[in-house]
């Protein structure tokens, strides 16, 4: 069986390999059984049979619809074997199917997790802005508002915080298609789930978390990545290179960066190296953006992680660091929630620490937010779910409903030395 893909109706010259190289690292099933609605193009539960066929892609050349310089570099970067085939190409089946619906939606919503962080923004940022260049105008909506710290990328005044009692309401119905980025359930959606489950609109997912629920009519979900920023940038290469504009390529490199843990999580691969090289190449400047997420602290905020560092707590055998902040030492510093983002981080450069905790009491509520991080293979997600929370193998958290600070610090503590004792070998 051959499978030849036409780029938005052009004709093209077709470059064949050998399917084989792809078979291993191109699990169809990720994309298409794990849904309950399937694309057209598999309607009839016919994979393709890479094993004993060979691939057609669509030459790069092709893509472009002018030889215009902006695009030299994209062009020559694409048409580098030693980039795209292997490292992007494997995603190309599940963002041919994305492109199409997104491309045949006259009303799009483009949706991210409650209390985003800069992968979410990052992503819906990066995918809208992409699909604006197209001449589209997504609606990006969000459950919740986008933290200080990521108002400085592009587009994100054009963000809208989600209003049950506005017409917000009337867009999700009205919706042709419904991207979900950066979530693999909906419940992620706090009061936006409801009108997005009763919309008849087509639900798309672009997500690295674990075991998405199904319902989706496309998806592109790869636990593997880095991130949902690194996911939307092989969409883009793939299917919208022409569109890979400064103001989509810093979203993504921002949305990587932070979800990666500045590059430091053992999910970072060369290919995650490639990408982010092609954003810098097409106007993403790594300094600036860092600079506006690490290095635009105000006084406040210092004095606030003064506070919080004397509250460090070494346990499980100096094996765990717990930082802890009450209502009132935030209230004390006139300190928002996500002021503290990144605090988490330091209990990761004690030597001999290798789970990190950061508990905070939720501004008036009687909860308290658990974030986890860990080194290794500790996987502090397995904790999160415990608390009915969630994330990734050293990145996870979760909210404890009903409970005070002290409780909800000795629950945590007793799972995460019940992992540890599991994993001695990793600590």
């Given at each position: 069986?051959?499978?030849?893909?036409?780029?938005h109706?052009?004709?093209?010259?077709?470059?064949?390999r050998?399917?084989?190289?792809?078979?291993?690292?191109?699990?169809?099933?990720?994309?298409?059984?794990?849904?309950?609605?399937?694309?057209p193009?598999?309607?009839?539960?016919?994979?393709?049979?890479?094993?004993?066929?060979?691939?057609?892609?669509?030459?790069?050349?092709?893509?472009?619809?002018?030889?215009?310089?902006?695009?030299?570099k994209?062009?020559?970067?694409?048409?580098?074997?030693?980039?795209?085939?292997?490292?992007v190409?494997?995603?190309?089946?599940?963002?041919?199917?994305?492109?199409?619906?997104?491309d045949?939606?006259?009303?799009?919503?483009?949706?991210?997790?409650?209390r985003?962080?800069?992968?979410?923004?990052?992503?819906?940022?990066?995918?809208?802005?992409a699909?604006?260049?197209?001449?589209?105008?997504?609606?990006?909506?969000?459950?919740?508002?986008?933290?200080?710290?990521?108002?400085?990328?592009?587009?994100?005044?054009g963000?809208?915080?989600?209003?049950?009692?506005?017409?917000?309401?009337?867009?999700?119905?009205?919706?042709?298609?419904?991207?979900?980025?950066?979530?693999?359930?909906?419940?992620r959606?706090?009061?936006?789930?409801?009108p997005?489950?009763?919309?008849?609109?087509?639900?798309?997912?672009?997500?690295?978390?674990?075991?998405?629920?199904?319902?989706?009519?496309?998806?592109?979900?790869?636990?593997?990545?880095?991130?949902?920023?690194e996911?939307?940038s092989?969409?883009?290469?793939?299917?919208y290179?022409?569109?890979?504009?400064?103001?989509?390529?810093?979203?993504?490199?921002?949305?990587?960066?932070?979800?990666?843990?500045?590059?430091?999580?053992?999910?970072?691969s060369?290919?995650?190296?490639?990408?982010?090289a092609?954003?810098?190449?097409?106007?993403?400047?790594?300094?600036?953006?860092?600079?506006?997420?690490?290095n635009?602290?105000?006084?406040?905020r210092?004095?606030?992680?003064?506070?919080?560092?004397?509250?460090?707590?070494?346990a499980c055998?100096?094996?765990?660091?717990?930082?802890?902040?009450?209502?009132?030492?935030?209230?004390?510093h006139?300190?928002?929630?996500?002021?503290?983002?990144?605090f988490?981080?330091?209990t990761?450069?004690?030597?001999?620490?290798?789970?990190?905790?950061?508990?905070?009491?939720?501004?008036?509520?009687?909860?308290?937010?658990?974030?986890?991080?860990?080194?290794?293979?500790?996987?502090?997600q397995?904790?999160a779910?415990?608390?009915?929370?969630g994330?990734?193998?050293?990145?996870?958290?979760?909210?404890?409903?009903?409970v005070?600070?002290?409780?909800?610090?000795?629950?945590?503590?007793?799972?995460?030395?019940?992992?540890l004792?599991?994993q001695?070998?990793?600590?």
């Amino acid at each position: 069986m051959h499978w030849q893909r036409s780029i938005h109706g052009c004709s093209s010259s077709l470059v064949t390999r050998t399917a084989d190289r792809f078979a291993p690292s191109f699990p169809m099933d990720r994309w298409w059984r794990s849904t309950d609605c399937f694309h057209p193009m598999f309607a009839d539960g016919i994979e393709p049979e890479l094993h004993s066929s060979t691939l057609r892609v669509a030459s790069v050349r092709s893509v472009f619809r002018s030889a215009s310089a902006p695009l030299q570099k994209l062009r020559s970067s694409l048409s580098d074997d030693s980039m795209f085939p292997d490292d992007v190409q494997q995603y190309a089946h599940a963002a041919r199917a994305i492109a199409e619906l997104l491309d045949q939606s006259k009303h799009l919503v483009l949706t991210t997790h409650v209390r985003p962080d800069g992968d979410a923004i990052g992503s819906l940022l990066g995918l809208g802005n992409a699909l604006a260049v197209r001449g589209k105008r997504p609606l990006l909506l969000v459950p919740s508002p986008v933290p200080s710290f990521l108002r400085f990328l592009p587009g994100v005044q054009g963000i809208e915080v989600y209003d049950p009692s506005s017409q917000h309401n009337r867009a999700l119905g009205a919706a042709d298609a419904i991207v979900c980025l950066d979530f693999n359930t909906l419940a992620r959606l706090d009061q936006m789930e409801s009108p997005v489950r009763g919309s008849t609109a087509l639900r798309i997912l672009i997500d690295h978390h674990l075991d998405p629920e199904t319902g989706f009519a496309a998806a592109l979900h790869d636990a593997n990545a880095t991130s949902t920023a690194e996911l939307v940038s092989a969409l883009v290469l793939l299917e919208y290179p022409e569109a890979l504009t400064p103001d989509v390529a810093a979203p993504l490199y921002t949305g990587i960066l932070t979800d990666s843990g500045n590059f430091r999580f053992p999910r970072v691969s060369a290919r995650t190296h490639r990408i982010v090289a092609t954003l810098i190449e097409h106007g993403a400047d790594p300094v600036s953006i860092y600079d506006a997420i690490f290095n635009t602290n105000t006084p406040a905020r210092i004095r606030l992680l003064g506070e919080v560092l004397r509250t460090l707590d070494i346990a499980c055998q100096g094996r765990c660091a717990v930082l802890s902040l009450t209502q009132e030492q935030a209230a004390c510093h006139g300190a928002r929630l996500d002021d503290t983002e990144g605090f988490v981080q330091y209990t990761l450069t004690i030597e001999g620490v290798c789970v990190g905790v950061f508990l905070s009491q939720m501004p008036g509520r009687d909860a308290v937010k658990v974030s986890l991080r860990s080194k290794g293979n500790v996987d502090v997600q397995r904790v999160a779910e415990q608390l009915g929370g969630g994330g990734h193998l050293n990145a996870a958290g979760a909210i404890i409903e009903r409970v005070t600070l002290g409780d909800a610090k000795q629950q945590v503590l007793g799972l995460i030395d019940a992992l540890l004792s599991q994993q001695q070998q990793n600590c």
